[in-house]
């Protein structure tokens, strides 16, 4: 199984400040088709996980473009250009390359 | 809106057989590049894929739960389900049911390969 790595495991951040999160994989994530498979996805306090951003760096529908993804092979990062409060959540990275999918162990993002 | 929805039990024995539905409103099961997927996640603790079920039945499960896992889909319903076998404490958790826009079926900018949309979990307990 491919491992998915985040650091770090807790963020805090100040309101109207980046942050950042890096994902790493225990090997390449670029598929046999040429593409990458790696999305990030937000979970609030006591709510489902929802999509942000898929394929390294394409938001999904309805991502605020605070939200940015970047990276490629093995090393990814998750950008939240100005966090707010809506923001406080932890973010998973997972990829999609190789069954089983895997995940991340999420990075907590809170309010300094 | 399209929505997925969890069921079942929120207490299973331990030896017994985990069984939940999910129900998807707002859009037919049978369209579309989605398999069909179930994750679960233990109190405090990240997110664990199980498998997923393609619509025309094709199955894909983690091998870690391989041996005790069966996903399946009824059209009819627009429904699909989990069965978990011989549960222990260990499959106490928050299961998901959620869509994977998968690119097997699609191709483009837009195939996302990742899961699109989740249900709001069910809480799953194992104790006697």
């Known amino acids: 199984d491919i491992v998915m790595t985040q650091t770090p495991l807790s963020s805090p951040v100040t309101l109207g400040q980046p942050a950042s999160i890096s994902c790493r994989s225990s090997?390449?994530?670029?598929?046999?088709?040429?593409?990458?498979?790696l999305s990030w996805l937000q979970q609030r306090p006591g709510q489902p996980p929802r999509l942000l951003i898929y394929?390294?760096?394409n938001r999904f529908s309805g991502v605020p473009d605070r939200f940015s993804g970047s990276g490629a092979g093995t090393d990814f990062t998750l950008k939240i250009s100005r966090v707010e409060a809506e923001d406080v959540a932890i973010y998973y990275c997972?990829?999609?390359?190789?069954?089983?999918?895997?995940f991340g162990q999420g990075t907590k993002v809170e309010v300094k | 809106q399209e929505q997925l929805q969890e069921s079942g039990p929120g207490l299973v024995q331990p030896s017994e057989t985990l069984t939940l539905t999910c129900t998807v409103s707002?859009?037919?099961?049978?369209?579309?590049?989605?398999?069909w997927s179930w994750v679960r996640q233990p109190a405090g603790k990240g997110l664990e894929w199980i498998g997923h079920?393609?619509?025309?039945?094709?199955?894909n499960y983690s091998p870690s739960l391989q041996s005790r896992v069966t996903i399946s889909v009824d059209r009819s319903k627009n429904q699909f389900s989990l069965k978990l076998t011989s549960v222990t404490a260990a499959d106490t958790a928050v299961y998901y049911c959620?869509?994977?826009?998968?690119?097997?079926?699609?191709?483009?900018?837009?195939?996302?390969?990742?899961?699109?949309?989740w249900g709001r979990g069910t809480l799953v307990t194992v104790s006697s």
């Open positions: 997972m990829q999609a390359t190789q069954s089983p999918w895997t």
């Open positions: 707002g859009a037919s099961i049978a369209s579309g590049s989605y398999d």
């Open positions: 394929k390294i760096s």
């Open positions: 079920v393609f619509i025309t039945g094709t199955t």
């Open positions: 090997q390449s994530l670029v598929h046999s088709d040429g593409n990458t498979y």
């Open positions: 959620a869509k994977f826009l998968t690119t097997r079926y699609c191709s483009g900018d837009f195939c996302s390969n990742a899961f699109e949309l």
